[in-house]
Structure formats: structure tokens, C-alpha cells
């Protein structure tokens, strides 16, 4: 399973990451949170809202592949999340 954490940042690449789902219908299982609402997401994908620390906390956890393609990352705590729990971080392969 995939995760996409939007949070508030539009730097964050979600049209991008939800282009590439609606496009390749075999693409695992994708849940994106996000502060703002999604309408109609492509099949295969979840989209939550603003969820508790905890909350938050299980999902970065369970979720084996993050990705993360940033439009702009500055130190790279979007990263380093995926990286910290043991996940495959997807990103795109541009200076910050």
C-alpha cells in the first residue's frame, strides 16, 4: 500500500500523484491525506482529511511505499518520514 501525505503544502505534487493513479489502473492501493478535499479520486484511491496525531502516526507506520514527489523540499522532513519507519520512499530526483 501506497501513502501521499498532502498536509497544507501545494508544493506537495498531489495532481500529479493522482494523474499517475487515474492513468495506471495497476497501480497498488494509494491513500492520500490531505487538508483539503479531493473530489472524485481514481480508483484504488483513499482519500482522508485531517486525522489525529495517532492516527496519523499508524498510517505513516503501515504504509511500505511513500511517495513523495515534491515540487520543492527544503531540509526534507517529507522524506525522512518514509525513510524513518523503513518504507520505499518514491521521489523525483531534483535539487530542493
Known amino acids: ?3 501521499h501525505l498532502r498536509g497544507h503544502s501545494i508544493l506537495k505534487n498531489t495532481p ?3 494523474e499517475a493513479w487515474r492513468r495506471n489502473s495497476d497501480l497498488p492501493l494509494l491513500t492520500v491525506i490531505s487538508q483539503i ?4 479520486p481514481p480508483p484504488g484511491v483513499t482519500v482522508l482529511g485531517r486525522l489525529p496525531f495517532e492516527e496519523l502516526k499508524q498510517h505513516i507506520n503501515r504504509h511500505q511505499i511513500h511517495v513523495c514527489p515534491s515540487r520543492a523540499e527544503g531540509w526534507g522532513h517529507y522524506i525522512t ?6 518504507a520505499a520512499v ?5 535539487p530542493p
Open 1 to 3: 500500500m501506497c501513502l
Open 90 to 94: 518514491i521521489t523525483t530526483d531534483a
Open 37 to 40: 478535499d479531493f473530489p472524485h
Open 81 to 86: 518520514e518514509g525513510l524513518s519507519v523503513g
Open 16 to 18: 500529479a500523484v493522482l
